[in-house]
């Protein structure tokens, strides 16, 4: 999709959608990381918050020039992102080497996984688990 708030030049942008339940719940205040997936750049390029929509703000990111992808032998006409999502009680996610086209808006989907609702080491599951030595699991009577 275009989008007018692109940068002019050798810009494409990027919104991330986080979402858990099967994509039905949006996930507010996930914190996405978005970084360079190649070695020669810096690493680190920006943290966003996720809003009430699950969506974090448009994020305007350098990318290979359109006219890259009419050259033989130039590779890929994309540059590629990786991207980081956090929230507590969910699983870490990441995506890797997520491509981003110059003139065009791309949107990354991210499911999240919840964490398991209980602590193993501080929670016992309820119900009789044990039985003394004067309960018999024998319910007949001879």
Same mark, same amino acid.
């Given at each position: ?7 002019? $030049? ?10 858990? !339940? $099967? ?5 507010? $205040? !996930? ?84 964490? !398991? ?26």
């Amino acid at each position: 999709m275009q989008n007018s708030q692109i940068p002019e $030049g050798n810009y494409g942008s990027l919104v991330v959608s986080v979402r858990t !339940a $099967g994509n039905a719940l949006p996930v507010e $205040g !996930a914190t996405v990381t978005v970084s360079n997936a190649t070695p020669d750049e810096p690493a680190f390029l920006r943290t966003m918050q996720t809003d009430i929509s699950g969506l974090t703000p448009l994020l305007p990111l350098s990318a290979m020039p359109k006219s890259d992808s009419l050259v033989p032998g130039i590779g890929h006409p994309f540059t590629v992102y990786n991207i980081r999502v956090v929230k507590d009680g969910y699983y870490v996610h990441e995506n890797r080497n997520v491509p981003i086209f110059a003139g065009i808006t791309s949107l990354q989907p991210v499911e999240l996984i919840p964490l !398991a609702p209980y602590n193993a080491e501080t929670t016992r599951p309820e119900g009789n688990l044990y039985f003394s030595s004067e309960q018999s699991l024998d319910t007949e009577e001879n």
